[in-house]
């Protein structure tokens, strides 16, 4: 497990080592947010976008179909090469059900994005033909991916349903 770095050192002085040891923000096999920080970031995320009103994207891409442990892990580091072409530095990659669904944050989206939904179809499109590809037409098959606006809870018809 990687230390964390996020604390400041008097709040590292004042920890004991078995604490530190149980705080792991990322996932370092994964490269993804701990479900509790994803799921706090998700919910503050949520009351941004109802005070500003501006437009912010959830993709759950749930893996629950494959029970193996190691192809699942195998599948998330596939998955996380795509999601680093899709993303902005800005969004956030997390476990939103720890180990069997990713949830990606699409932040606020600002300027000719906020009032585009063809913005977040392309990358839509472009995450789904991508995740194909690499992860291959049976293995993407058994992901369910559905995409959620934060701003009205409207589930989006711009994903791919299990096909199984």
């Given amino acids: 497990m990687r230390k964390i770095s996020w604390l400041n050192t008097k709040t590292r002085g004042q920890k004991n080592r078995r604490e530190l040891d149980q705080i792991v923000l990322k996932d370092t096999e994964t490269g993804l947010y701990n479900t509790e920080y994803f799921n706090e970031f998700l919910a503050l995320e949520k009351k941004r976008c109802e005070r500003s009103e501006g437009p912010a994207y959830l993709m759950l891409a749930d893996l ?15 998955m996380m090469g795509v999601f680093s072409e899709v993303t902005r530095d800005t969004d956030i990659k997390g476990w939103h059900v720890d180990g069997s669904v990713i949830g990606i944050l699409f932040t606020e989206m600002t300027g000719k994005e906020a009032t585009s939904l063809p913005v977040l179809r392309r990358i839509a499109n472009k995450c789904l033909w991508l995740l194909e ?12 991916i559905s995409w959620q606006s934060l701003q009205n809870g409207h589930i989006l018809e711009i994903h791919q349903a299990n096909k199984s």
């Fill in 133 to 144: 590809t690499n992860l291959g037409a049976e293995t993407f098959s058994c992901i369910q």
């Fill in 64 to 78: 629950s179909a494959f029970t193996d442990v190691s192809e699942r892990l195998n599948i998330v580091q596939l």
